[in-house]
């Protein structure tokens, strides 16, 4: 209990939270970090389940291969790219192991999301005479909407909860909170540390939950 109310008293100290090193600029760059490469994550990953969802083709191997990723520890990702020439460039092994670490639950999700619209909605759609790209960007896209809304909701949170590791490639974030009370055997600051990062997360998590349900089911909409 000691720890705990020991580390209350240092998020408290007005004097954590403003400078350079202060929990505001550090949660800025976190956040920054986080959306940075779930953007990119969103860019690789769901071009490639859309299409593969509406082809229903090749779809379960791309998801299989993305899926050997998660055996391997993003640390672990990290520290090999920081030992390549990429390592030269400042967070962009971190960024690049970051969004290796996030592309599976968007693939996963998003084909998913495809494959399981209604195929009778799917002929009636082709019967209209849409093209296939009208097809997906009109029918099966609105109604994958909420799977793909889940995995973008996964890989945020879980970008949230390991772009920590930036701070071990120089990185910033709340990450160097972290590092930095070891560094100072600091305790509570760590522990602090770690609690804003919980914090974020749920934070991320509610708030994606709150735009899923405020979302128009469509797929009840269709189905009637």
């Given at each position: 209990?000691?720890?705990?109310?020991?580390?209350?008293?240092?998020?408290?100290?007005?004097?954590?939270?403003?400078?350079?090193?202060?929990?505001?600029?550090?949660?800025?760059?976190?956040?920054?970090?986080t959306?940075?490469?779930?953007?990119?994550?969103?860019?690789?990953?769901?071009?490639?389940?859309?299409?593969?969802?509406h082809?229903?083709?090749?779809?379960?191997?791309?998801?299989?291969?993305?899926?050997?990723?998660?055996?391997?520890?993003?640390?672990?990702?990290?520290?090999?790219?920081?030992?390549?020439?990429?390592?030269?460039?400042?967070?962009?092994?971190?960024?690049?192991?970051?969004?290796?670490?996030?592309?599976?639950?968007?693939?996963?999700?998003?084909?998913?999301?495809?494959?399981?619209?209604?195929?009778?909605?799917?002929?009636?759609?082709?019967?209209?005479?849409?093209?296939?790209?009208?097809?997906?960007?009109?029918?099966?896209?609105?109604?994958?909407?909420?799977?793909?809304?889940?995995?973008?909701?996964?890989?945020?949170?879980?970008?949230?909860?390991?772009?920590?590791?930036?701070?071990?490639?120089?990185?910033?974030?709340?990450?160097?909170?972290?590092?930095?009370?070891?560094?100072?055997?600091?305790?509570?600051?760590?522990?602090?540390?770690?609690?804003?990062?919980?914090?974020?997360?749920?934070?991320?998590?509610?708030?994606?939950?709150l735009?899923?349900?405020?979302?128009?089911?469509?797929?009840?909409?269709?189905?009637?």
């Amino acid at each position: 209990m000691k720890t705990l109310s020991d580390s209350w008293r240092w998020l408290t100290d007005a004097a954590h939270w403003s400078g350079e090193n202060g929990v505001w600029h550090r949660l800025t760059e976190h956040l920054v970090l986080t959306a940075v490469c779930l953007l990119l994550s969103c860019l690789i990953a769901l071009p490639i389940a859309l299409v593969l969802g509406h082809l229903g083709r090749g779809g379960a191997l791309a998801v299989n291969l993305s899926n050997v990723g998660r055996a391997v520890p993003t640390f672990a990702v990290l520290v090999l790219l920081l030992l390549t020439p990429l390592g030269r460039y400042g967070e962009g092994p971190t960024v690049v192991a970051l969004v290796l670490f996030a592309v599976p639950p968007l693939l996963t999700n998003a084909y998913v999301g495809m494959r399981g619209v209604d195929r009778g909605v799917v002929r009636a759609a082709r019967g209209m005479g849409m093209t296939g790209s009208q097809m997906v960007g009109r029918v099966e896209v609105p109604l994958a909407m909420p799977m793909i809304l889940t995995g973008v909701r996964i890989a945020a949170v879980q970008l949230v909860a390991t772009a920590t590791i930036a701070a071990l490639a120089g990185g910033g974030g709340l990450g160097r909170i972290i590092t930095a009370g070891f560094n100072l055997a600091s305790t509570p600051q760590v522990v602090a540390g770690a609690l804003l990062v919980a914090v974020l997360a749920l934070l991320v998590e509610g708030a994606f939950a709150l735009l899923e349900r405020a979302m128009p089911d469509r797929s009840k909409g269709g189905s009637e």
